[in-house]
């Protein structure tokens, strides 16, 4: 196996390196320059997914994926393709082919994954939009730990040609800056254009107990004043459980769902290409591959009645959690099945759903950074981002 | 099994009926009525995909398809859901469960499918937007033989989530109306606001001669005056062939790599639920069963080259061609092998590549409406939209 070595010293970017492709001479993102997670095909380029057998087994790119040529349409450019987690089917951005990008806001940190590289990369001001895609929580995790703002917009929203997936129900395109004016004018760009006038104000916000108990003290004293700050903005502010305490079985759910559908998608080339994989997401996919379908229709029933009754609390209300329940970290600590499982806790929330979430940096606690996210009802995804904006501008 | 009677005298609507659900109050859409092709989910109705089998097995949806949610936002109005071939695998419309919609433009013929109850229900005045799907041709075959405008976009730029799947590759989402005008606002509305900024001219127009001499010379003698003024617009234009003669083999690449994903998206469902279907449409999905995978890798590697070739061909061009080689058949006269080979090569053309094509309802022969059509480059959809807009407005 040959590849490029990487060529910044944050080590954001993928083994394909950075590039220079230049978008349109005009247009409302003339300029900015953005990271493309390898997982979209960049035309030209081999897609490398975080894992040198799949680069090794695919040809390069006959075209952009179509969120791409997008953002190179209203005049953006694509500096390179950033660092994945393999196949990006982890959340801790430590890939054992490729090393552990630097996390910018606490560098003996993890950066968290799977888009690591693109969270990196705008935290340290090598690019300005990182395109990436979230799945369990693989924009908002990384873009809570390295103190960043990342948006995962409603499910089906955006078209996912040209990504490798990895559980097609889940699955988003998102992506990560560093402030909320730019992620609200990439919304106005890759969001479908009727989504724009379908926003309606929510009345009510939800601080469900039983997802913020879920979170370290450190977190939730760190979020403490951004949260009052925020609930201020409510007539009504209600602290009732969203789970009645099966925030557990909600995790479990997602977990068995999403393993089911990522063996469907990579189960066939795995076996025949038998890749080489790192710990952890080795273990991963043979757990995948041992989920039956019987198991998997079960966990899906159960899925669309969650999805059902998120709808219902979220008419007009946002919910307000904690993006991740514990701070980044340290290299080389993260691969426990244990922080995983707590992380999915809340992750798996807007998940299961398909609802738009939105992470701000908000708070920092010892050095590390911490996010607090707002989730917004189906299709809300701008009047989300506006309300995120307003919270942001001095009052 | 039990259903709803049709209810409305051209049989355009699904066994699920005509309904009203009411969009927003304002929009661009606003008070516009839709007629949605029964594979897309409309929330609290099962989604029928034209057979009652399919119907039986699956429960009511919860929730819109994105595209039903996004016309609903803008302020359109869904008013039913519209007749389809089984599962979208044919071109007539005529569903051996559910009966044949009665062709606007010459009721004793087929309306072509398989968004046949889209097309006649635009073109009978029962709603302002026909909702469909187009696979192999089945937005721009049916609307050609019903004397109404249709449009495919470029493949991957709008979500297919919450419609059923044929062959993933291929599908798209695409609309039917009774006038140009329409044709665009809907493309503003449901395309992603990106590419309203990206479109150029283009300088060359492309008529060739295989696509051309591949059509009955009476649709050849109806489109004359309308091809000829269309070429009048442009500084080239060149007859060269487009495949060197290999349409008839592009066509079978296209069937293979179809029917290979088409088994994938529901082999294992037939497999179970044993499904009654049709004449045509089970010895379809019979022969797609027996698709190996080393065939169909081979006319995936070739599908690559056909798409290359032609993205290479459209650079600062647009080929014009006919919709479909021959006029509507009769009805019963229509489910030959014979005439979808013969309309498969020139629908081939834009599935392959996943190009814009849209079908202007430009001319007749014998009381039987002929569509001309207009092939874009890739993402240049607005432009290929402008562009038809500015043939049908007076000079």
């Known amino acids: 196996m040959t590849f490029e070595v990487r060529n910044d010293e ?13 978008g349109a001479e005009a247009g ?5 320059r953005v990271g493309v997670k390898d997982v979209f095909d960049v035309a030209g380029h081999r897609t490398g997914a975080g ?3 799949w680069r090794a087994t695919h040809a390069p790119a006959d075209r952009h994926a179509p969120a791409v040529a997008a953002l190179l349409a ?15 089917y982890s959340l801790n951005g430590e890939n054992h082919h490729y090393g552990t990008p630097v996390n910018p806001a606490s560098p003996a940190c993890i950066p968290g994954g799977s888009s690591a590289g693109s969270a990196v990369a705008v935290g340290s001001g090598l690019c300005d939009i990182g395109l990436g895609t979230d799945t369990a929580g693989s924009i908002r995790l990384p873009a809570s730990f390295c103190g960043v703002w990342g948006f995962r917009p409603t499910h089906g929203s955006i078209s996912s040609e040209g990504v490798v997936p990895l559980a097609p129900s889940y699955d988003v395109i998102g992506w990560i800056t560093s402030g ?11 969001l479908p254009a009727s989504l724009q006038s379908s926003c309606e104000s929510s009345k009510r916000l939800l601080l469900p107990d039983d997802a913020w108990s879920n979170a370290d003290p450190v977190v939730t004293a760190a979020l403490s004043g951004s949260m009052a700050a925020l609930a201020d903005r409510f007539a009504q502010v ?8 099966a925030l557990d079985s909600w995790q479990q759910v997602f977990r068995i769902t999403q ?3 990522v063996w469907q998608s990579h189960g066939a080339w795995i076996e025949r290409a038998k890749p080489t994989f790192g710990p952890g997401i080795r273990e991963r996919f043979q757990w995948a591959s041992t989920i039956d379908e019987t198991a998997a229709a079960r966990a899906r029933d159960e899925r669309r009645r969650i999805a059902n009754s ?3 609390a979220l008419s007009g209300a946002l919910i307000c959690i904690p993006t991740v329940a514990y701070p980044a970290p340290l290299k080389g600590m993260a691969s426990s099945d244990a922080s995983r499982t707590r992380a999915l806790r809340l992750l798996c929330i807007a998940s299961l759903a398909g609802l738009p979430q939105i992470t701000m940096p908000v708070a920092s606690a010892d050095g590390r950074a911490i996010g607090l996210s707002v989730i917004g009802p189906r299709h809300a995804d701008h009047a989300l981002l506006r309300f995120a904006s307003s919270l942001a501008a001095p009052n």
Chains 1, 2 share one sequence.
């Open 310 to 312: 998120l709808d219902e």
């Open 238 to 245: 209600s602290r009732e459980s969203l789970t009645g305490d």
């Open 28 to 32: 409302p993102l003339a300029r900015l």
């Open 74 to 88: 209203v005049g953006a450019d694509i500096v390179g393709k950033t660092l994945t987690d393999e196949l990006a």
């Open 180 to 190: 909320v004016g730019l992620l609200s004018r990439v919304a106005d760009v890759l």
């Open 259 to 261: 393993g089911r559908e």
């Open 10 to 22: 944050t080590g954001a970017f993928a083994p394909a390196g950075m590039f220079d492709i230049r």
């Open 51 to 53: 894992n040198p057998d």
